[in-house]
């Protein structure tokens, strides 16, 4: 089975940027990023399409996350800038279960995604 790590998270003031990625051990199909704060329940943060020409956001990234992918590397990423105290968590690298289960899933479904990664955390402080 496909291993996803995580890299890249750390400790930034507000309007500040990260840059977080996931390395997988093999090919993926359609890639995810998933948050976790405190105390709340995960939730999707931006997916990208198994060949990479789709991408999609929750409401509140969108135009501060970008999602991108280097299938020569196995890698995706997700640039974060002006980041805010509310973008706080741990955050999950994702990957998606089948090629069916992405074209078909709501990208922000877990059940689309079978693998995952061990989380990298992000604070963002005020």
């Known amino acids: 089975q496909v291993e996803l790590v995580e890299s890249g998270g750390g400790s930034v003031q507000a309007g500040g940027s990260l840059t977080l990625s996931c390395a997988a051990s093999?090919?993926?199909?359609?890639m995810g990023w998933f948050r976790q704060a405190p105390g709340d329940q995960r939730e999707a943060v931006a997916s990208?399409?198994?060949?990479?020409?789709?991408?999609t956001y929750i409401d509140s990234a969108q135009g501060r996350f970008t999602i991108s992918r280097d299938d020569a590397k196995n890698t995706v990423t997700l640039q974060m800038n002006s980041l805010k105290p509310e973008d706080t968590g741990m955050y999950y690298c994702?990957?998606?279960?089948?090629?069916?289960?992405?074209?078909?899933?709501?990208?922000?479904?877990?059940?689309?995604?079978?693998?995952w990664g061990q989380g990298t955390q992000v604070t963002v402080s005020s």
């Open positions: 994702a990957g998606g279960a089948t090629l069916y289960a992405c074209s078909t899933e709501s990208w922000s479904a877990e059940r689309r995604y079978k693998l």
């Open positions: 093999g090919s993926t199909y359609c």
């Open positions: 990208i399409s198994t060949y990479g020409d789709t991408t």
